[in-house]
């Protein structure tokens, strides 16, 4: 009998989106980053965020994704708390492959694994925290989301669209507020030339 020899494989390299707004804000634009939690194993991504990839998110196979949800308010205007109601990825394939002589190709529906279908609602399981700031009158109610998305193997293109509803709450006696907010980058998995002509 032969020994088998088990390598353990590099834990993945896991990423946070990062996504934030103002409770008073007037858009329902929300602002979003996405970095790296780093490793001894990861390297940073260079060049994302630049040139004719700007405002575009780069995923790479097998990663890990993240998510924090950060609403800020003002005191003043007596910002206390929010409620996420529900949280979707809306996610577009876009052609892969095409020309002359070559099958059409789409991406996937969905740059994640754990999505069936091109939206995919998130389950709202999330640790709260709050950090006051006495000096400026500010509040930042943190929401990190106690699971992962694993991003898939296949290389692919997605219009890609995130849409939450959230609840945000005032002081007692005030009007609970109900906004629907967005944000709608292009998205990849791959490096940059995914798509063969």
């Given at each position: ?35 790296p939690v780093l490793h001894a194993h990861s390297e940073p991504e260079l060049g994302q965020g630049l040139g004719t990839g700007s405002g575009s ?17 003002d005191s003043d205007n007596h910002f206390q708390s929010f409620q996420i109601v529900d949280c979707t990825f809306i996610t577009q394939p876009q ?103």
């Amino acid at each position: 009998m032969t020994a088998v020899t088990v390598l353990p494989l590099p834990a993945p390299n896991q990423l946070l989106l990062k996504i934030s707004f103002d409770a008073d804000q007037g858009s329902s634009q929300l602002d979003y980053e996405l970095s790296p939690v780093l490793h001894a194993h990861s390297e940073p991504e260079l060049g994302q965020g630049l040139g004719t990839g700007s405002g575009s998110i780069y995923f790479s196979p097998g990663e890990e994704v993240g998510l924090q949800i950060i609403c800020s308010g003002d005191s003043d205007n007596h910002f206390q708390s929010f409620q996420i109601v529900d949280c979707t990825f809306i996610t577009q394939p876009q052609v892969v492959q095409r020309g002359t002589g070559l099958k059409t190709w789409f991406a996937a529906p969905s740059p994640f694994l754990q999505a069936r279908s091109a939206v995919h609602s998130l389950p709202l399981e999330f640790r709260a925290s709050v950090v006051d700031n006495g000096e400026s009158n500010r509040r930042a109610v943190i929401m990190d989301w106690k699971n992962t998305l694993n991003i898939g193997y296949n290389p692919g293109f997605w219009a890609m669209s995130f849409v939450m509803t959230v609840r945000i709450m005032r002081t007692a006696g005030m009007v609970e507020e109900v906004r629907v907010l967005s944000f709608d980058p292009e998205s990849e998995v791959g490096n940059t030339g995914t798509m063969k002509l």
